[in-house]
């Protein structure tokens, strides 16, 4: 008997600047209810340059939505142009980062290292990091997806001490479901959210792996999200293109009433 509540994140990604960001949160607040947030975790993952603002409408307004950052520095503080650090995310009480989405793999070159140094550095200021693994078109088709995720898990989890990895939350995103309209089927999502789940039993205890969330992310619409959440290893989804749409995320959060 599982007693994991589902989190439900919005991954915005470039999108929404902090004026829209304001309307979106406004909606998703006017929306949710009681019953919603008893059911599910909310979250959404704003740009940098929003987070200031949607801070400022759920401190507020009392809002019970979560929100966090797309992205951390490995670093706290220093010559590193462009980056935000976790003493920064921190101050905004950000609840989560994400660490290691494929698009910082593929386009700003995150090897498991940065992962892993992101991962420490969010556990450092008290941020719960969302660690996203995941495999290519290439190696789905090489019938790899297993090996290359759990190692993409190890990488990503060297040296994390149980009581930080016992509250981190694993996405489990398929690259080539990412935006793509190709969705994973359950059974795709389920074989490598259980093989995930086996792997933290291994690394660390059951009753750890028992107790971490592990969202799947790809193409997750209101209309598929109900299959995919009936499966015994899945415990949310981070949504992309769909969390944009006040509407759509709302119905994604109420996945039991599809
Ligand atoms: O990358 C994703 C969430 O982090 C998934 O994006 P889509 O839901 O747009 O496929």
């Known amino acids: 008997m599982t007693t994991r509540t589902p989190l439900m994140a919005g991954n915005w990604k470039m999108n929404l600047n902090h ?4 309307a ?9 209810t009681d019953k919603d947030y008893d059911a599910v975790e909310v979250a959404v993952l704003p740009p940098f340059v929003d987070l200031r603002s949607v801070q400022t409408l759920v401190d507020g307004d009392k809002l019970k939505i979560k929100y966090g950052a797309q992205d951390i520095s490995a670093h706290d503080s220093g010559a590193y142009t462009g980056e935000i650090s976790g003493p920064m995310l921190s101050k905004l009480k950000c609840t989560y980062v994400a660490v290691g989405h494929s698009e910082r793999r593929q386009y700003h070159g995150e090897s498991d290292e940065i992962c892993n140094a992101k991962v420490k550095a969010a556990f450092r200021h008290g941020i719960t990091p969302i660690l996203c693994v995941g495999e290519g078109l290439d190696v789905r088709k090489a019938g790899q997806q297993v090996p290359y995720t759990l190692s993409q898990l190890d990488g990503g989890l ?5 009581d930080q990895v016992e509250s981190i939350v694993i996405a489990y995103e398929p690259v080539w479901a990412i935006g793509t309209g190709e969705v994973a089927t359950p059974d795709d999502a389920q074989e490598v959210c259980g093989a995930i789940r086996g792997r933290l039993a291994e690394l660390y205890s059951q009753e750890l792996a028992d107790k971490v969330r592990i969202q799947y992310g790809g193409s997750v619409k209101s209309g598929n999200i109900a299959a995919i959440m009936a499966q015994p290893d899945v415990d949310g989804a981070l949504i992309g293109g769909a969390a944009l749409d ?8 109420r996945f ?3």
């Open 19 to 22: 004026l829209e960001a304001i």
């Open 246 to 253: 006040a509407e759509e995320f709302v119905k994604i959060v």
């Open 158 to 162: 060297e040296g994390v001490p149980a």
């Open 24 to 32: 979106h949160v406004q909606k998703l607040a006017f929306a949710l």
């Open 256 to 258: 039991r009433d599809q």
